[in-house]
């Protein structure tokens, strides 16, 4: 047996179901083929790329409208260009308009004639409606996958916040579309599940609000930001002068994360959107950590391991001083697997990387990751042993190297990222 990439094999081993379930489907097998029919023509793939088109992650899309599509928000993580695809043809995508919260982007493309969904009215289907989930998964054609509703779950303010399905797709199936019986687009398939949620998509009803919410929370990030400092004068390299102020919207932190197996490197970019009291909003609420550097919330991972298998709080404990041990016990945010580390600080030191020299926490994490068979999220997983090695400088509250590495019968990772600019723009 061969490995290939993980979303592929995923998608591979997912795939054969759903064309078993499509040709079982006896009363409504020509319903299903005749929306297929229909339908085939407005999904498409999305691949999101890093830095010399290093491919980063890939989803779905569903053409709204001319020129523009909508997919998942957590697809596009730390791309630097966007490709729409179909077979062998290949399109340029920018993005049109984000709404991270809700994990909804618009995409807009050039010269792009792909008729529109039509996009239900409705605020939401009903219980128990029969639903077909259409995706395009590495633009290899348009797979459907038929269901039904099997929860409605309203979110704080009481309103509709995501569709349950008695349905399961693979992670490339994000940024699908969800549609009724009639080919309406009800919803839009989201694979970034939080650990123990079910299968979801997000309530077409929202695409509608896209821009809005978009333009509101840039406009509310930029109302946000602290007066700086008359002093805080950033230099032409962009570099923060002695006693500039951070946080501050607008501060970025470039990481460049290096796969050591196959040489490849992509930036990981975190910029500060928002500081609102105590809590600091990076990449539009993709990250969010407290002002001591604690981690509050990853909602959508793009530094490798250093995210995916990141502990709840971080990978560095409150007031951690040399020869401390201690234990995580935890799931990952969005794979739920399994992590059983325990960590011990090792040594103080001063390490060199692009963005600087730095006084250093040396923190060292051995451990095991319960790892799924062959990548894929079902069937009995087996502890991996797990190492990681995370570099802290007090000063800057932040880590500036991680190295993570595991390996397995079917994977294996040996990853650095890395700090490589830290400027204020």
């Known amino acids: 047996m061969t490995t290939s990439p993980q979303p592929m094999r995923r998608f591979a081993l997912i795939a054969t179901p759903v ?25 498409y793939a999305v691949r999101a790329m890093g830095a010399n088109n290093a491919p980063l992650a890939s989803g779905s899309a569903v053409v709204i409208g001319p020129g523009q599509l909508v997919t998942a928000c957590h697809v596009l993580a730390g791309a630097r260009a966007i490709a729409v695809r179909r077979d062998n043809v290949s399109y340029d995508a920018t993005l049109d308009a984000p709404d991270v919260d809700r994990d909804l982007c618009l995409l807009r493309v050039a010269n792009f004639s792909a008729p529109a969904v039509s996009v239900s009215a409705a605020a939401a289907p009903s219980f128990g409606q029969k639903v077909l989930a259409a995706a395009s ?17 309203a979110g704080s ?5 995501r569709i349950e399905l008695t ?3 693979p992670p490339a199936a994000s940024g699908g579309g969800l549609f009724d019986e009639t080919g309406r ?6 694979a970034g599940r939080a650990p123990g949620e079910k299968p979801k998509a997000l309530p077409a009803s929202w695409i509608a609000q896209i821009k809005e919410r978009g333009v509101a929370a840039m406009a509310s990030y930029r109302a946000s930001a602290p007066a700086p400092a008359p002093a805080a004068v950033v230099d032409e390299a962009g570099a923060a002068p002695a006693g500039a102020a951070s946080p501050r919207v607008g501060e970025v932190w470039r990481y460049e994360l290096v796969d050591k197996l196959t040489r490849k490197r992509r930036d990981v970019v975190y910029r500060v959107d928002r500081v609102e009291g105590e809590r600091i909003t ?12 604690r981690v509050e919330r990853i909602s959508t991972p793009s530094g490798g391991e250093f995210d995916g298998a990141s502990p709840p709080r971080g990978w560095v404990p409150v007031d951690v001083k040399p020869g401390a041990r201690w234990k995580y016990s935890y799931k990952q945010a969005g794979t739920d697997l399994r992590t059983e580390l325990t960590g011990e ?28 068979f062959y990548g894929v999220s079902f069937g009995a997983p087996s502890s991996v042993p797990y190492t990681a090695v995370a570099w802290y400088a007090p000063e800057l509250k932040r880590v500036v190297r991680f190295d993570a590495s595991y390996a397995s019968k079917y994977e294996r990772v040996d990853e650095s990222l890395v700090l490589a600019e830290h400027r204020f723009d």
């Open 282 to 293: 990076f990449n539009q609420g993709a990250r969010v950590e407290t002002l001591d550097g």
């Open 345 to 372: 600080l090792t040594g103080e030191s001063t390490i060199t990387v692009p963005a600087g020299s730095f006084r250093v926490l040396r923190l060292s994490y051995k451990g095991y990751v319960a790892r799924p």
């Open 137 to 153: 998964p590495e633009a290899a054609g348009v797979v459907v996958l038929d269901g039904s509703v099997s929860g409605l779950r």
């Open 185 to 190: 687009l009800v919803g839009i398939l989201s």
């Open 157 to 161: 303010d009481g309103k509709l916040d």
């Open 19 to 43: 064309f078993l379930a499509l040709a079982a489907a006896n009363a409504s097998a020509l319903d299903a083929a005749q929306l297929l029919t229909k339908l085939t023509p407005s999904i």
């Open 167 to 169: 349905l399961d797709f």
